[in-house]
């Protein structure tokens, strides 16, 4: 295989595992899991909580739901993955949701030190590993019960294996190979099919490997490997459904999933974003090593004619998967993850290789010592503003805030103190270039303690889980038919914390924005259907649990829709309350509860106000 000198030759086994290899992983397991089950459910892990759980109930594996609607916007993979999770620590909780993604995290580093060191070196791989880990879009889904950083690992996973057979692949490599692709495409859809696809044919080509690999044993492969991929809808489509649940839509599971992973990608149907919206949001997924990352790409292209191919390769692939991303009609900030253990290789071979040619970055990293110096020191000396703290933010901070700013500050001047006094032993002893050991370091341990435990004590500020555990005990005085929700969809945080059994009995508000005349007829007609479902739930006298969230409330203020005689919803019994220093606070939960008395039996339509 032809390399340039630049790259160095490539080990012919993966190296044994050093200090400076062991103290990387430790740091990446303690970003993973320390305090990950102290914040509750945010974002979308509600809906992962709540299909487990239900999985639960129901005891079909093959059917993830949605209050008894079938729920395939995601493949199914990722819920297996927290139900055994649950399963084998004897609880779901927010610490067994989010133990998959953290593992992977893990195992995303170790794969990208194994990957960049056989493309380079060894330090190359290890400062990699730092970057990956450290940089915000990574340290923020390592700690999410969702299924981007399993998609992540895999599409890794499966280039790492391609880089380690390439040269002597046969039939059981190739196999390997396209199980990753396509089980792991059971995670979160078709970026894990074209993202490794598209690595692996770029790799092939600019090293003129392409007849290598056109033999009958790797179409073969190919084959059990999209097998593999249909085998979990084709079961699902087959299993009958618990009682009680439908498919949602009328679309069968493989309808489903198509549509939601296939389908999305080319003609989305929710969350657009311009297709530059990636050249402001990979900045964000990278930071605060974006600027390097951007350094990287010009030093490679720059410099083309110097690299070797397998770093051209390297190059190609992290503008590749950039533009997969930006074709997709399918855009949010963090569907670009994938690129990030590519951009961090890139990024940490330049920096490594280079290091004696990058004189005039040294300013920079000394900057970054002398700000993180700063930073430490004031974080040090934080606890000397303890009697204060009532006064200056007119709210209590959580111990773990507290406590750990100090010892976050106290990591940080170790480091840099010992980078002072002796630099070239440090970078020896941690296998990173001399110039950025100590600075890099530090921003790490600063990224590292921001994530597990400045951010998971700021939860106390959060109010819906606390809210919703103290109102669950009054379930004990109602069936579950009594209780009616009005909301604009199912609130997977209403069922998961109430661990309410499904259904619920939800009346919703939907209100097409794009309809303007008839938004408030939309909103008149659905405080009317939950007027007629508040009289069928108290025809038999008995009282009915009305909850709602604050923004449904407030859409029929907006459209001046009165009052309905079965409830004063400007009076609720039971109210979530408001954080001062929350800007959106208009999902906080209310509850009501409809005493039959109040309900006028054959109350009618209530007038319209003026449309807006």
């Known amino acids: ?67 008894n609607a079938v729920y395939f916007d995601k493949p ?51 400062l990699s590993g730092w970057l990956l880990l450290s ?10 019960a969702e299924a981007d950083m399993e998609n992540m690992t895999v599409i890794l996973l499966a280039f790492a294996w391609f880089i380690r057979c390439r040269e002597r692949a046969g039939f059981f490599q190739y196999l390997v190979f396209y199980l990753i692709v396509f089980i792991g495409a059971l995670f979160k859809g078709l970026p894990a099919v074209a993202v490794p696809l598209a690595a692996a044919g770029i790799f092939a080509i600019m090293n003129g490997e392409v007849r290598r690999h056109l033999k009958f044993s790797n179409f073969a492969a190919l084959a059990i490997g999209i097998t593999a991929f249909f085998v979990t809808p084709y079961l699902a489509g087959a299993t009958p459904l618990p009682q009680g649940c439908v498919y949602a839509e009328n679309l069968s599971a493989l309808e489903l999933m198509w549509r939601e992973n296939v389908v999305r990608a080319f003609n989305a149907f929710d969350h657009k974003g311009g297709w530059y919206i990636y050249f402001y949001e990979l900045p964000r997924v990278l930071a605060p090593w974006s600027p390097l990352f951007l350094l990287a790409l010009i030093w490679a ?27 997709s009609q399918s855009r949010r900030w963090y569907y670009i993850l994938p690129i990030t253990p590519f951009a961090a290789g890139l990024t940490a071979i330049w920096l490594s290789l280079r290091d004696e040619e ?23 000396l934080s606890p000397l503003g303890w009697p204060l703290y009532d006064r200056i933010f007119k709210f ?15 990591v940080m001047i170790v480091l840099l103190i010992i980078d ?35 951010l998971p004590g700021t939860d106390s500020f959060r109010t819906t889980r606390r809210f919703l555990l103290e109102t669950r005990p009054l379930l004990g005085e109602f069936q579950p038919g009594q209780v009616v929700a009005y909301l604009h969809e199912p609130s997977c945080d209403l069922l998961y914390y109430w661990n309410f059994p499904p259904p619920m009995n939800v009346v919703t508000q939907k209100i097409d924005a794009a309809a303007k005349p008839d938004r408030a007829r939309q909103a008149q007609a659905s405080l009317d259907e939950l007027g007629k479902t508040l009289r069928a739930v108290t025809a038999s006298g008995k009282p009915a649990l009305l909850v709602s969230q604050s923004r449904a409330m407030n859409k029929l203020n907006a459209f001046h829709i009165r009052e309905i005689p079965e409830f004063n919803r400007a009076d609720p019994d039971r109210w979530e309350p408001d954080f001062e220093l929350e800007r ?27 449309d807006k």
């Open 1 to 67: 295989m032809n390399k340039a000198s630049t790259a160095g030759s490539p080990p012919r086994q993966w190296p044994r595992l050093r200090p400076a290899e062991a103290i990387l992983y430790f740091s990446a397991a303690f970003a993973a899991f320390a305090f990950s089950g102290t914040r509750a459910l945010f974002g979308s892990e509600n809906r992962w909580a709540e299909v487990v759980r239900e999985i639960f109930i129901s005891g079909d594996i093959f059917h993830p739901c949605i209050n």
């Open 76 to 126: 199914i993979l990722s819920y297996w993955l927290i139900a055994l999770s649950a399963k084998l620590f004897g609880e779901l909780n927010e610490w067994t949701l989010r133990l998959p993604s953290a593992l992977f995290s893990v195992i995303a580093v170790w794969a990208a030190v194994k990957v960049f060191s056989r493309l380079a070196d060894r330090r190359s791989g290890i």
């Open 135 to 144: 940089s915000f879009g990574f340290l923020w889904w390592s700690r999410s």
């Open 301 to 327: 292209f720059t410099g083309w004619k110097k690299l070797s191919r397998e770093l051209r390769a390297l190059a190609v692939i992290n503008v590749a998967i950039f533009i997969i991303f930006s074709l």
């Open 358 to 380: 990058l004189k005039w970055l040294r300013p920079v990293w000394n900057v970054v010592r002398y700000a993180a110096i700063t930073a430490a020191s004031l974080a040090i």
């Open 396 to 410: 209590e901070l959580h111990p773990l805030i507290i406590f750990s700013i100090p010892a976050i500050g106290l």
């Open 420 to 454: 002072e006094r002796s630099r070239d032993k440090m970078a020896a002893f941690f296998m990173l270039p001399a110039a950025l050991c100590g600075p890099l370091l530090a921003v790490a341990a600063a990224m590292i303690g921001f994530f597990t435990c400045i």
């Open 584 to 610: 959106k606070n208009d999902q906080k939960f209310r509850i009501w509860i409809i005493h039959p008395e109040s309900v006028a039996p054959n109350s009618g339509t209530t007038p319209t106000g003026d």
